[in-house]
């Protein structure tokens, strides 16, 4: 899918969407098209921005990350988008964000490994402190786990996660017993399934990106290993489940700030207006599809509570910002939005979900 070269006018609102459309991510990156044009279109229903229609202009978030940059500073510099959101990976966010966010509002959708201030830039998902680091917690306590083995690809995200994950294994009488990184697209697992097995883990830390992850589970559950040591991952969607098959999810754990099984209003209303809109053989719209819904409101809400494009009068007013969407009623602090955290099993090929996760307690309350 390839965007068309198109120039904003008076009556319009370009906005990139930057999401997947190869590599590894590229599995979800239909998902995070769709519910990005239902917000869109949702947004564009009740009077568009500053009174004029928001339209998506697709970028490939799957490319490399100079050349995703590249294509966005031109179409900012052109005047064919004012604003861009969309999931990509944290090597594209840090080689983009320099050249775009001081000219343009930036809204990323990925959960990532925290510490990014860049002004005009703005996150709406999870971080390790609230994502990880509590259901590492409630991991120990429930399945004793203390020796936590960590595979992840081999860039920013996987790398800066696991030196935290160092810090949260302690804070349980833990350790972080091995660690294997690998380059995105790996297909053969077989060393670092034996380092697993050597290493004695008792838990898997999981930071591997969309069908890295859905190989690995693979290849771990032919192995055997699913009897030895749960799998937790803070980066794993149902469509990554679907991919991966029922035989490869026994013991899999993923945190997240929404599941497609959560039972409260706001998630149901949600997948009525994604089925009517895409019909029930859509990609499932997951965690990190139904981010790009997220980004594209929050876009919206900061120009509207500005009521002007202009990026400095945005981060102005950024902190009184708040918006309504599947994940509830949600509010930047920061330049972060506060929201839920899940712990969820699978179940098959869905996701169980068992528990809100507590970031500042010890404590953790069913769901």
Not at 65 to 74: F, G, I, K, L, N
């Amino acid at each position: 899918m390839r965007r068309s070269i198109w120039h904003a006018d008076d009556t319009s609102i370009g906005v990139a969407l930057v999401h997947p459309m190869r590599g590894p991510a590229g599995i979800f990156g239909p998902a995070c098209g769709l519910c990005a044009q239902l917000a869109a279109d949702e947004v564009n229903r009740n009077g568009g921005v500053l009174g004029r229609e928001l339209r998506l202009v697709p970028v490939d978030g799957g490319a490399p990350p100079h050349r995703v940059a590249d294509e966005v500073e031109t179409l900012v510099a052109s005047g064919a988008v004012h604003g861009v959101t969309g999931w990509h990976i944290s090597s594209v966010r840090q080689v983009l964000a320099p050249r775009i966010a001081h000219r343009v509002p930036y809204v990323y959708t990925a959960l990532y490994e925290g510490g990014e201030r860049t002004d005009g830039v703005y996150l709406t998902s999870e971080t390790p402190a609230a994502q990880l680091r509590p259901a590492m917690r409630l991991l120990a306590d429930e399945r004793r786990i203390r020796r936590w083995y960590v595979v992840g690809n081999d860039y920013v995200w996987p790398r800066r996660t696991a030196l935290a994950a160092h810090g949260y294994a302690r804070e349980s009488g833990g350790v972080v017993c091995g660690e294997t990184y690998l380059p995105l697209g790996t297909e053969e697992f077989g060393p670092v399934l034996r380092a697993i097995e050597r290493s004695a883990a008792d838990g898997v830390l999981m930071l591997l990106v969309g069908s890295d992850a859905v190989r690995f589970n693979r290849a771990f559950a032919s192995a055997g290993l699913p009897v030895r040591a749960p799998r937790l991952s803070t980066l794993m969607d149902e469509n990554m489940l679907l991919a991966s098959g029922a035989d490869a999810t026994t013991d899999l754990y993923s945190a997240a700030g929404f599941f497609a099984s959560l039972a409260n209003q706001d998630t149901l209303d949600f997948h009525g207006l994604y089925a009517r809109r895409f019909g029930i053989e859509a990609p499932l719209p997951g965690s990190l599809g139904e981010s790009c819904y997220e980004g594209v409101l929050l876009l919206a809400a900061l120009v509207e509570r500005a009521r002007t494009l202009d990026v400095t009068a945005i981060g102005a007013g950024a902190d009184k910002v708040s918006y309504e969407g599947p994940r509830g009623h949600l509010r930047l602090r920061r330049r972060h939005v506060s929201q839920r955290i899940y712990l969820a099993r699978a179940d098959g090929l869905d996701f169980d979900v068992l528990t809100e996760l507590r970031p500042d307690r010890q404590d953790h309350r069913p769901h």
